[in-house]
Protein backbone atom coordinates (compact mmCIF):
# COMPACT_ATOMS: atom_id res chain seq x y z
CA UNK A 1 0.00 0.00 0.00
CA UNK A 2 2.79 2.56 0.99
CA UNK A 3 4.48 2.06 -2.33
CA UNK A 4 1.08 2.92 -4.00
CA UNK A 5 0.56 6.22 -1.87
CA UNK A 6 4.68 7.03 -2.29
CA UNK A 7 3.87 9.31 -5.58
CA UNK A 8 1.57 11.34 -4.08
CA UNK A 9 3.82 12.09 -1.15
CA UNK A 10 4.89 15.46 -2.49
CA UNK A 11 1.69 16.40 -2.78
CA UNK A 12 0.85 15.42 0.85
CA UNK A 13 3.52 17.46 2.16
CA UNK A 14 2.73 20.90 0.13
CA UNK A 15 -1.10 21.25 0.69
CA UNK A 16 -0.60 19.69 4.55
CA UNK A 17 1.90 22.33 5.38
CA UNK A 18 0.13 24.84 3.25
CA UNK A 19 -3.14 24.42 4.67
CA UNK A 20 -1.48 24.30 8.54
CA UNK A 21 0.36 27.25 7.79
CA UNK A 22 -2.40 29.45 6.56
CA UNK A 23 -4.41 28.48 10.00
CA UNK A 24 -1.75 27.91 12.69
CA UNK A 25 0.55 31.57 10.91
CA UNK A 26 4.19 31.34 10.01
CA UNK A 27 5.56 30.11 13.36
CA UNK A 28 2.90 27.15 14.02
CA UNK A 29 5.59 24.40 13.48
CA UNK A 30 7.58 25.93 16.82
CA UNK A 31 4.16 26.08 18.41
CA UNK A 32 3.38 22.63 17.51
CA UNK A 33 6.55 20.84 18.54
CA UNK A 34 6.17 23.50 22.23
CA UNK A 35 2.57 22.29 22.43
CA UNK A 36 2.75 18.85 22.20
CA UNK A 37 6.38 17.77 23.51
CA UNK A 38 6.67 19.81 26.29
CA UNK A 39 6.12 17.34 29.20
CA UNK A 40 3.74 18.92 32.40
CA UNK A 41 0.02 18.43 33.59
CA UNK A 42 -2.69 19.51 31.27
CA UNK A 43 -6.22 20.49 31.79
CA UNK A 44 -7.84 18.05 29.55
CA UNK A 45 -6.83 14.44 28.36
CA UNK A 46 -5.64 13.10 25.46
CA UNK A 47 -9.15 11.67 24.97
CA UNK A 48 -11.24 13.88 26.27
CA UNK A 49 -14.41 15.63 24.11
CA UNK A 50 -12.37 18.77 23.57
CA UNK A 51 -9.18 16.97 22.51
CA UNK A 52 -11.91 15.16 20.16
CA UNK A 53 -13.04 18.11 18.58
CA UNK A 54 -10.04 20.22 18.60
CA UNK A 55 -7.66 18.00 17.15
CA UNK A 56 -10.14 16.75 13.99
CA UNK A 57 -10.01 18.48 10.59
CA UNK A 58 -13.47 19.69 10.59
CA UNK A 59 -11.96 22.74 12.79
CA UNK A 60 -11.56 23.98 9.83
CA UNK A 61 -14.75 24.11 8.40
CA UNK A 62 -15.98 25.20 12.14
CA UNK A 63 -13.32 28.50 12.55
CA UNK A 64 -14.53 29.78 9.08
CA UNK A 65 -18.74 29.34 10.65
CA UNK A 66 -17.50 31.12 13.95
CA UNK A 67 -16.03 34.11 11.83
CA UNK A 68 -18.95 34.66 10.12
CA UNK A 69 -21.31 34.13 12.70
CA UNK A 70 -19.33 36.56 15.31
CA UNK A 71 -19.60 39.30 12.58
CA UNK A 72 -23.07 39.71 12.83
CA UNK A 73 -22.84 41.38 16.61
CA UNK A 74 -22.07 45.28 15.37
CA UNK A 75 -19.83 45.68 18.64
CA UNK A 76 -17.47 43.13 17.56
CA UNK A 77 -17.16 43.86 13.94
CA UNK A 78 -16.57 47.49 15.07
CA UNK A 79 -13.63 46.37 17.21
CA UNK A 80 -12.11 44.13 14.52
CA UNK A 81 -12.38 47.01 11.88
CA UNK A 82 -10.91 49.65 14.40
CA UNK A 83 -8.35 48.07 16.21
CA UNK A 84 -6.67 45.63 12.99
CA UNK A 85 -8.48 46.06 10.15
CA UNK A 86 -11.08 42.67 9.35
CA UNK A 87 -9.53 42.70 5.26
CA UNK A 88 -5.99 41.02 6.96
CA UNK A 89 -7.39 40.36 10.13
CA UNK A 90 -9.73 37.61 9.26
CA UNK A 91 -6.99 35.68 8.23
CA UNK A 92 -4.51 36.53 11.55
CA UNK A 93 -8.44 35.94 14.02
CA UNK A 94 -8.25 32.81 12.31
CA UNK A 95 -4.58 31.67 13.36
CA UNK A 96 -4.58 33.40 17.02
CA UNK A 97 -7.91 31.31 17.88
CA UNK A 98 -6.37 28.26 16.38
CA UNK A 99 -3.38 28.63 18.65
CA UNK A 100 -5.26 29.63 21.34
CA UNK A 101 -7.56 26.44 21.15
CA UNK A 102 -4.36 24.57 20.51
CA UNK A 103 -2.74 25.50 23.97
CA UNK A 104 -5.87 25.77 26.12
CA UNK A 105 -6.53 21.99 24.76
CA UNK A 106 -3.33 20.39 24.25
CA UNK A 107 -0.14 22.69 26.07
CA UNK A 108 0.63 22.05 29.55
CA UNK A 109 -1.32 24.24 32.59
CA UNK A 110 1.41 27.02 32.47
CA UNK A 111 1.64 27.42 28.57
CA UNK A 112 -2.24 27.78 28.78
CA UNK A 113 -2.35 30.25 31.77
CA UNK A 114 0.16 32.47 30.01
CA UNK A 115 -1.61 32.13 26.60
CA UNK A 116 -5.52 33.79 28.75
CA UNK A 117 -3.05 36.17 30.61
CA UNK A 118 -1.68 37.48 27.35
CA UNK A 119 -5.43 37.05 25.96
CA UNK A 120 -7.18 39.02 28.76
CA UNK A 121 -3.83 41.82 28.23
CA UNK A 122 -4.84 42.35 25.19
CA UNK A 123 -9.08 43.09 25.66
CA UNK A 124 -8.11 45.27 28.31
CA UNK A 125 -6.65 47.09 25.89
CA UNK A 126 -8.81 47.11 23.16
CA UNK A 127 -11.54 50.01 23.60
CA UNK A 128 -13.61 52.35 21.42
CA UNK A 129 -16.90 53.81 20.49
CA UNK A 130 -19.77 53.00 18.09
CA UNK A 131 -21.38 55.18 15.65
CA UNK A 132 -23.75 56.14 18.05
CA UNK A 133 -21.64 56.85 20.96
CA UNK A 134 -22.03 53.90 23.08
CA UNK A 135 -18.57 52.83 24.19
CA UNK A 136 -17.44 49.47 24.22
CA UNK A 137 -14.78 47.54 25.50
CA UNK A 138 -12.78 43.74 24.49
CA UNK A 139 -13.13 42.76 27.95
CA UNK A 140 -16.99 42.81 28.50
CA UNK A 141 -18.04 39.74 29.68
CA UNK A 142 -21.31 40.25 27.79
CA UNK A 143 -19.41 40.32 24.24
CA UNK A 144 -16.55 37.70 25.52
CA UNK A 145 -19.64 35.39 25.85
CA UNK A 146 -21.34 36.02 22.26
CA UNK A 147 -17.49 35.18 20.93
CA UNK A 148 -17.39 32.02 23.19
CA UNK A 149 -21.03 30.52 22.43
CA UNK A 150 -20.48 31.46 18.12
CA UNK A 151 -16.90 29.64 18.46
CA UNK A 152 -18.05 26.87 20.36
CA UNK A 153 -21.48 26.08 18.78
CA UNK A 154 -19.46 26.40 15.23
CA UNK A 155 -17.04 23.27 16.62
CA UNK A 156 -19.45 21.17 17.44
CA UNK A 157 -21.51 21.57 14.47
CA UNK A 158 -18.75 20.55 12.09
CA UNK A 159 -17.63 17.97 13.76
CA UNK A 160 -20.91 16.82 14.68
CA UNK A 161 -21.43 16.79 10.87
CA UNK A 162 -17.89 16.38 9.18
CA UNK A 163 -15.49 15.16 12.26
CA UNK A 164 -14.23 11.57 12.08
CA UNK A 165 -15.74 11.01 15.15
CA UNK A 166 -18.86 12.28 15.91
CA UNK A 167 -20.22 12.78 19.83
CA UNK A 168 -22.86 11.06 21.12
CA UNK A 169 -25.43 13.50 23.47
CA UNK A 170 -23.56 13.08 26.97
CA UNK A 171 -20.42 13.59 24.52
CA UNK A 172 -21.68 16.88 23.50
CA UNK A 173 -22.87 18.01 27.26
CA UNK A 174 -19.27 17.30 28.00
CA UNK A 175 -17.67 19.15 25.37
CA UNK A 176 -19.44 22.41 25.84
CA UNK A 177 -18.68 21.78 30.14
CA UNK A 178 -15.14 21.51 28.77
CA UNK A 179 -15.12 24.80 26.52
CA UNK A 180 -16.46 26.28 29.91
CA UNK A 181 -13.44 26.15 32.08
CA UNK A 182 -11.62 27.65 29.51
CA UNK A 183 -13.92 30.62 29.01
CA UNK A 184 -14.26 31.05 32.70
CA UNK A 185 -10.54 32.13 33.00
CA UNK A 186 -10.63 34.55 29.72
CA UNK A 187 -13.85 36.06 32.01
CA UNK A 188 -16.96 34.56 30.65
CA UNK A 189 -19.74 34.92 33.45
CA UNK A 190 -21.50 31.86 33.91
CA UNK A 191 -20.94 30.17 30.15
CA UNK A 192 -23.13 27.26 29.47
CA UNK A 193 -22.55 23.76 30.01
CA UNK A 194 -24.76 21.47 27.95
CA UNK A 195 -25.68 21.85 24.44
CA UNK A 196 -29.49 22.82 25.40
CA UNK A 197 -28.09 25.63 27.61
CA UNK A 198 -25.41 27.13 24.70
CA UNK A 199 -28.82 27.03 22.22
CA UNK A 200 -30.42 29.30 25.00
CA UNK A 201 -27.64 31.50 25.15
CA UNK A 202 -27.27 32.00 21.70
CA UNK A 203 -31.49 32.25 20.99
CA UNK A 204 -31.00 35.48 23.19
CA UNK A 205 -28.59 37.39 21.24
CA UNK A 206 -30.75 37.13 18.29
CA UNK A 207 -31.95 40.48 18.99
CA UNK A 208 -28.58 42.39 19.24
CA UNK A 209 -27.34 40.78 16.00
CA UNK A 210 -27.24 42.48 12.37
CA UNK A 211 -25.65 42.63 9.04
CA UNK A 212 -23.06 45.52 8.87
CA UNK A 213 -21.33 46.25 5.30
CA UNK A 214 -17.76 45.61 7.12
CA UNK A 215 -19.72 42.66 8.05
CA UNK A 216 -20.51 41.62 4.16
CA UNK A 217 -17.22 42.53 3.04
CA UNK A 218 -15.31 40.86 5.94
CA UNK A 219 -17.42 37.22 4.93
CA UNK A 220 -16.82 38.08 1.20
CA UNK A 221 -12.77 38.26 1.83
CA UNK A 222 -12.94 35.20 4.17
CA UNK A 223 -14.84 32.96 1.23
CA UNK A 224 -13.47 34.59 -1.65
CA UNK A 225 -10.04 35.31 -1.58
CA UNK A 226 -7.87 32.70 0.13
CA UNK A 227 -4.53 33.61 0.06
CA UNK A 228 -3.14 29.91 -1.26
CA UNK A 229 -0.90 28.27 -3.37
CA UNK A 230 -3.06 26.92 -6.16
CA UNK A 231 -3.24 23.11 -5.22
CA UNK A 232 -4.91 24.19 -1.72
CA UNK A 233 -7.70 26.59 -3.06
CA UNK A 234 -10.06 23.82 -4.20
CA UNK A 235 -9.90 22.04 -0.98
CA UNK A 236 -10.83 25.31 0.53
CA UNK A 237 -13.50 26.14 -1.51
CA UNK A 238 -15.47 22.93 -0.58
CA UNK A 239 -14.68 24.07 3.10
CA UNK A 240 -15.92 27.25 2.50
CA UNK A 241 -18.99 25.89 1.01
CA UNK A 242 -19.12 23.68 3.91
CA UNK A 243 -19.33 26.45 6.59
CA UNK A 244 -21.82 28.01 4.59
CA UNK A 245 -24.37 24.97 4.53
CA UNK A 246 -23.94 25.19 8.78
CA UNK A 247 -24.98 28.84 8.88
CA UNK A 248 -28.17 29.24 10.28
CA UNK A 249 -30.96 30.34 7.82
CA UNK A 250 -31.72 33.35 9.45
CA UNK A 251 -27.98 34.62 8.70
CA UNK A 252 -27.85 33.79 5.05
CA UNK A 253 -29.85 37.37 3.64
CA UNK A 254 -28.30 39.42 6.34
CA UNK A 255 -24.74 38.17 5.19
CA UNK A 256 -25.57 37.63 1.32
CA UNK A 257 -24.94 34.02 1.41
CA UNK A 258 -26.59 31.97 -0.77
CA UNK A 259 -29.55 29.35 0.54
CA UNK A 260 -29.55 26.17 -1.52
CA UNK A 261 -31.23 24.12 1.12
CA UNK A 262 -31.43 20.48 -1.51
CA UNK A 263 -27.85 21.50 -2.50
CA UNK A 264 -26.70 21.54 0.85
CA UNK A 265 -27.55 18.10 2.35
CA UNK A 266 -26.55 16.63 -1.08
CA UNK A 267 -23.84 18.25 -3.07
CA UNK A 268 -22.34 20.62 -0.54
CA UNK A 269 -22.15 17.95 2.49
CA UNK A 270 -20.44 15.10 -0.22
CA UNK A 271 -18.01 18.35 -0.80
CA UNK A 272 -17.17 19.25 2.82
CA UNK A 273 -16.90 15.26 3.67
CA UNK A 274 -14.55 15.11 0.66
CA UNK A 275 -12.23 18.39 1.53
CA UNK A 276 -12.09 17.64 5.53
CA UNK A 277 -10.97 13.93 4.77
CA UNK A 278 -8.28 15.27 2.44
CA UNK A 279 -7.08 17.93 4.88
CA UNK A 280 -6.85 14.76 7.66
CA UNK A 281 -5.33 12.70 4.80
CA UNK A 282 -2.84 15.71 3.91
CA UNK A 283 -2.07 16.63 7.61
CA UNK A 284 -1.58 13.02 9.21
CA UNK A 285 2.53 12.21 8.51
CA UNK A 286 2.27 9.04 5.70
CA UNK A 287 3.44 5.81 7.28
CA UNK A 288 6.86 4.93 7.64
CA UNK A 289 7.81 2.60 4.49
CA UNK A 290 8.39 -1.53 5.31
CA UNK A 291 11.85 -2.16 5.50
CA UNK A 292 13.34 -4.40 3.04
CA UNK A 293 13.98 -7.89 3.55
CA UNK A 294 17.09 -9.18 4.47
CA UNK A 295 18.88 -10.74 1.99
Known amino acids: MASVLAPLAPLRARLGEALFLRVAG ?12 TSGPRWFAPDSEIARVHGDASMFVGGMRALMLQSLHPVAMTAVGEHSGYRGDMWGRLARTSSFLAVTTFGTVPD ?47 HQTYGARPLDQAGRDAYVAQTALVAGKLGVLDPPTTEAELAEVLAAYRPELRPTQHAREAVSFLLLKPPLPLPARAPYGMLAAAAVGLMPRWTRRPLRLPSLPVSERTVVRALGTLATGTIRWAMTPPPVPDPAPAT
Open 26 to 37: PDGPAKRERIHG
Open 112 to 158: AERSIAAVRRIHRSITGTMPDGTPYRADDPHLLMWVHIAEVDSFLRA
